[in-house]
């Protein structure tokens, strides 16, 4: 019933900047928190950035400063704008939501992922 689908991931240079965004469809009664991860070749999956239903956010160090995390209610979607971009950031980057059904209640659902690559 649920289904997230990330969008925005592509190839850029060093120093340059990307916008990845994130949409959740279906019998959504209302969504909690909302957040992005990673997972670089050969690592493990890494939290990025999240944001509670009141609009706090949060960053994991290596991207504080450079990214922001935003989210609209509306739309049912939770954006990453991407600044000042380093090789260390090419991963695949998937969105993550606490989403409450009336039939099922709350759990994390997850999308397939959008692929970020930072090379000169």
């Known amino acids: 019933q649920v289904q997230l689908v990330e969008s925005g991931g592509d190839l850029v240079q060093p120093g340059g900047s990307l916008r990845l965004s994130c949409a959740a469809s279906g019998s959504i009664f209302s969504i909690g928190y909302m957040g992005w991860y990673r997972q670089a070749p050969g690592k493990q999956r890494e939290l990025v950035a999240t944001?509670?239903?009141?609009?706090?956010?949060n960053y994991a160090n290596s991207v504080k400063g450079r990214f922001t995390i935003s989210r609209d209610n509306a739309q049912n979607t939770v954006s990453l704008q991407m600044n000042a971009l380093i090789p260390d950031d090419t991963a695949v980057y998937y969105c993550?939501?606490?989403?409450?059904?009336?039939?099922?209640?709350?759990?994390?659902?997850w999308g397939t992922g959008t692929r970020v690559t930072v090379s000169s």
């Open positions: 944001i509670t239903s009141g609009g706090s956010p």
């Open positions: 993550n939501m606490l989403i409450r059904t009336l039939l099922a209640g709350s759990r994390n659902y």
